[in-house]
């Protein structure tokens, strides 16, 4: 234990044992979220989009670790909203941990390029970090893929998809997202697209959408949540 733990000892976010911010305990009450397909939002095998759903310019999967609930929640919004870097590290801990006996992950290439759903420059500049910048980078790290944090760019600000529904989220996010000019298409191969937290699922489509017109051939989603 260090000095700082002395004078401000950490506390798990939900049971306010001393010692972490994530106590194992509650980590493991989160319950994992069962596969599905994004486009129906309806379980499916490791998380492959469905054949019938399958599109053109479509997202072909979806990995999400969590349920969105309990300390998981917790932590992402201490991470989102509080900027709490110690939190971002136990739970980049949990999330390597978890990921590592996925066995979705073996659908995903050992090529594959970890790619962080962006925030606008002015957003990016207030909060002072983008939380799936700094996470996605050790995950990337732990599993071997490469990590390209400025491939996609987000053109312009919109509202907080939190504050939206379904229809209004997808008009929210149309056209928002492009492919950074100083990367030549191969890199695109295979894609993962990484995002704290998978809802309706609109951001990910809209930036798988914008991957394949720019050359790429496979694009999953990865999130900590759903």
């Known amino acids: 234990m260090n000095l700082l733990d002395l004078v401000f000892p950490k506390n798990c976010l939900e049971c306010h044992r001393e010692g972490k911010y994530l106590c194992s305990g509650c980590v493991s009450k989160v319950s994992r979220a069962l ?21 053109k310019y479509g997202i072909d999967g979806l990995i999400s670790v969590w349920e969105y609930q309990g300390i998981i929640r917790k932590a992402i919004l201490s991470l989102k909203f509080k900027y709490s870097t110690e939190v971002g590290r136990e739970l980049t801990e949990s999330l ?6 996925s066995s979705s992950l073996f659908m995903i290439p050992d090529s594959s390029v ?39 760019i ?4 919109t509202i907080s998809q ?4 379904g229809q ?25 697209i990484f995002d704290d937290v998978a809802t309706t699922g609109s951001t990910l489509r809209e930036a798988a959408k914008v991957l394949k017109r720019n050359g790429a051939e496979k694009v999953w989603g990865l999130t900590i949540a759903r």
């Open 35 to 55: 596969p599905l397909c994004l486009e129906r939002m309806k379980p499916s095998i490791d998380g492959v989009t469905y054949v019938k759903c399958q599109k």
């Open 96 to 101: 390597i941990k978890a990921l590592k006996v």
């Open 168 to 192: 209004k989220r997808r008009q929210n996010l149309k056209n928002v997202f492009s492919v950074n000019p100083n990367y030549v298409r191969n890199t695109l191969h295979s894609v993962l």
């Open 162 to 165: 939190v504050e939206l529904g």
């Open 114 to 152: 970890l790619v962080p759903i962006p925030l606008h420059w002015h957003r990016e500049n207030v909060r002072g970090f983008n939380q799936s910048i700094e996470v996605g980078k050790s995950v990337a790290v732990a599993l071997n893929w490469k990590f390209i944090p400025d491939l996609l």
């Open 154 to 157: 987000k053109k312009q600000q």
